[in-house]
């Protein structure tokens, strides 16, 4: 019996990577990625610097500190960190 996908993405079984300002030469990291996890020191991602498809209005949370531990589920493709950091789980 295979794992459910949600398992799988739940407990980074499908690999994830951490975004800072330098990843990718300080532009944004696109990949699929399901779940989004703020790093210890918090993230502030740059204005726009969130593309989700299923999120309505994904840009209320750019350019603000998120507290370190935020959590956001969805479909992200794009992500830009201006400051901290930011661990994206695959899809």
């Known amino acids: 019996m295979s794992t459910p ?3 799988e993405q739940s407990l980074g079984k499908r ?3 951490v975004i800072t ?14 779940i989004i ?5 918090g993230v502030k991602f740059e204005t726009g610097g969130l593309t989700c498809s ?3 209005n994904v840009t209320a ?3 603000v ?12 493709t794009s ?8 661990e994206a789980y695959n899809a």
Do not use: L, M, Q, R
């Open 65 to 76: 500190n998120i507290p370190a531990g935020y959590t956001s589920y969805g479909n992200f």
């Open 54 to 56: 299923n999120k309505t």
């Open 21 to 34: 300002p330098a990843s990718n030469s300080g532009d944004a990291v696109s990949g699929n990625f399901a």
């Open 5 to 7: 996908a949600i398992t």
């Open 79 to 86: 992500i830009h960190v201006n400051t901290g950091s930011v």
């Open 61 to 63: 949370i750019t350019n």
């Open 15 to 17: 690999g994830s990577v």
């Open 37 to 41: 996890v703020a790093g210890p020191e």
